[in-house]
Nanobody
Framework: QVQLVESGGGLVQPGGSLRLSCAASGFRLDNYAIGWFRQAPGKERERVSCISSRSTIYADSVKGRFAISRDNAKNTVYLQMNSLKPEDTAVYYC????????????????WGQGTQVTVSS
């Protein structure tokens, strides 16, 4: 059974850091890309980053602040978020896509349940 479980969200002050984890089970990461998405109330879902065996992708809004990585041995993908801003507040989801990251952000077939990130003083 394919599962993606996010963890690591929470409340942090502006300028702070969080590391999100996406633990995958039921499949091996080797052949899949994992994307991190976020959705804030009243806003459309946005892909913030993606990692595959060949590349990493970042949204302009997080470049230089977020870093995605993967540990195939642990079947886990991480999203290190630094210099957090109030506008980063959202529910963050990870999702899998067979093969490589897509430029359009489409093609993801399994999603996690999400973890809340709140950036506020």
């Amino acid at each position: 059974q394919v599962q993606l479980v996010e963890s690591g969200g929470g409340l942090v002050q502006p300028g702070g850091s969080l590391r999100l984890s996406c633990a995958a089970s039921g499949f091996r990461l080797d052949n899949y890309a994992i994307g991190w998405f976020r959705q804030a109330p009243g806003k459309e879902r946005e892909r913030v980053s993606c990692i595959s065996s060949r590349s990493t992708i970042y949204a302009d809004s997080v470049k230089g602040r977020f870093a995605i990585s993967r540990d195939n041995a642990k079947n886990t993908v991480y999203l290190q978020m630094n210099s957090l801003k109030p506008e980063d507040t959202a529910v963050y989801y990870c999702a899998r896509r067979y093969g490589l990251c897509s430029a359009s952000g489409s093609g993801y077939d399994y999603w996690g349940q999400g973890t809340q990130v709140t950036v506020s003083s």
